[in-house]
């Protein structure tokens, strides 16, 4: 074609067919009237210098017969500084080819992580942006980057995006300070909890402002506290911690997503609120556990109970909501803030002695009374409302409720221990904890190695797709000592309550 140059640009794509790979070329022509401006030749060539010349020339204009600007070419081949450069200059970090593909696109399929980061914290782009046409025709930059599987480029999308990188859905929870919503991640497609806490709160005078009270956190001190816990803390009956970020306004933690709710709302929907008792040892022995592993690291969970024992599709328990969790120098030195939940909380806290291991083993023990009986053990009279007063009263008091007298005799003893009012007389440690008669049965190593099955069977098969795990109680799964079979243990039981 006289007087016309044509140009062309082919591209390879595996494309697979039957099982087998063939390569697809394309070629695109177009005439000189869309000639390459100065900027997008040199970046095609990789040309740096002389890109930089024909900014300063002309600026960062023009596109090619692809529809790519410089930009596009600078961001796929990972030229950092050119990148910068265009983005000074008013190159659009969102400009899109003739696929639909921007600059952020080509920049996560070549993974180019430091150049994603840019675009990404200078430039604006758009990390939902769709491809149009060719082999990644719907695709984002965000379905790009998670092909390549690559984790320094996870992180860097982790940093830039924050919570962003979540689809945050429908709220599962709600504390004083704190809402808990279902989230997938949209790289991974995992489903996950999304636990926000807002930096600014209302006081209840109406101010806006979040202070803390007789040398108490904040709540978002309280959430760092949280993060700075579960960072140092690797256990499968406690809540994982996938990621943490922050904005000006609120605190995230991207954590572990349950899908059988908690331990409150699974009573809730018990005949009499009450568990059997051999799924009441079941649940509480993992707790040991997690409390355990806790006490190891020089941590107190000080807000043991019902809505902090969280149930995973499998019917395992997860240690929940660490905000208050208290870091000790050494396991001689105690707490001494008074927080937690009244009717969980140990008498040496609420006399302002301080919170040691023991005190979290009280909390287990009101835990345990409430699983076997349906209500809590303070107050003693259920006809009286539960004011923090009055439970703090009877606390103090010594009096507490009386257990149903169908208990068997080793969880009325393993209560009355654990419900010691004098803490030099209650289990001091996880080891302790362990020797009682409740546990008498219990394989430790195979429960801490998910090898023991739950005696609570979750009907959920997709996270994705349930509101809520129904549950349902199978015979009881517990792994036995001595005990050749299950009618061994109701027998034992049996025995022990009469």
């Not at 390459?36 to 090619?64: C, H, N, Y």
């Not at 600059?103 to 990404?120: D, G, I, Y």
């Not at 209650?426 to 394989?443: Q, S, Y």
Request: contains cysteine; aromatic residues 4%.
């Amino acid at each position: 074609m006289a007087g016309k140059q044509l140009c062309e640009f082919h591209k390879q794509a595996a494309v697979t067919i039957g099982g087998k790979e063939r390569v697809v070329r394309e070629k695109l022509q177009t005439s000189e009237q869309n000639v390459q401006s100065k900027p997008v030749q040199a970046a095609r060539a990789k040309q740096w210098s002389a890109l930089e010349e024909a900014v300063a020339d002309s600026g960062a204009i023009g596109t090619d017969e692809l529809g790519r600007t410089a930009l596009h070419y600078a961001a796929g081949y990972g030229a950092l500084s050119s990148v910068a450069l265009l983005l000074r200059h008013g190159a659009s970090a969102n400009a899109a080819d003739a696929l639909g593909m921007t600059p952020l696109h080509w920049a996560c399929l070549k993974n180019q992580a430091a150049v994603v980061r840019v675009l990404l914290c200078e430039g604006g782009a758009d990390v939902h942006a769709r491809a149009v046409a060719g082999i990644f025709r719907g695709r984002s930059p965000l379905e790009l980057a998670a092909r390549t599987g690559d984790g320094q480029m996870k992180q860097v999308l982790s940093e830039s995006l924050g919570v962003s990188l979540f689809a945050v859905g429908r709220v599962v929870g709600r504390g004083g300070s704190s809402t808990v919503s279902r989230a997938v991640h949209r790289l991974s497609n995992d489903v996950v909890a999304i636990k926000t806490t807002r930096a600014t709160t209302h006081n209840a005078d109406g101010a806006r402002g979040a202070r803390a009270n007789d040398g108490q956190r904040t709540p978002l001190q309280a959430a760092q506290a949280e993060r700075r816990a579960l960072s140092s803390l690797r256990h499968p009956f406690i809540i994982a911690l996938h990621e943490a970020f922050q904005t000006a306004d609120a605190f995230y933690l991207a954590i572990e997503f349950c899908a059988g709710g908690d331990l409150r709302r699974l009573l809730g929907r018990q005949k009499d609120k009450i568990l059997p008792q051999a799924s009441a040892i079941f649940v509480a022995a993992e707790v040991v556990l997690a409390l355990e592993h806790m006490h190891s690291r020089m941590l107190l969970h000080r807000d043991v109970k019902a809505e902090n024992v969280l149930i995973d599709a499998h019917g395992h328990v997860r240690l929940a909501d660490l905000n208050i969790a208290a870091q000790l120098a050494s396991s001689d030195l105690r707490a001494y803030s008074v927080v937690g939940t009244p009717v969980a909380t140990a008498p040496e806290v609420l006399c302002g002695r301080g919170a040691t291991f023991a005190s979290d083993f009280w909390s287990l023990g009101v835990l345990v009374f409430e699983m076997v009986s349906g209500r809590a053990p303070f107050p003693a009279d259920a006809s009286l409302t539960p004011a923090p007063a009055i439970v703090v009263r009877e606390i103090l008091r010594g009096d507490r409720a009386e257990l149903p007298a169908s208990t068997s005799a080793v969880v009325v003893e393993a209560v009355d221990s654990l419900l010691q009012r004098d803490e030099a007389l209650r289990p001091r440690d996880a080891c302790a904890v362990k020797t009682l008669g409740l546990f008498e049965f219990v394989e430790w190593d195979a429960l801490l190695q998910l090898r023991t099955p739950s005696p609570l069977r979750g009907q959920v098969h997709d996270t994705r797709c349930v509101e809520l795990a129904d549950w349902e109680y199978t015979r009881p799964t517990l792994r036995l000592k001595g005990l050749a079979s299950e009618s061994h243990l109701r027998q034992h039981m049996e025995a022990t309550s009469t």
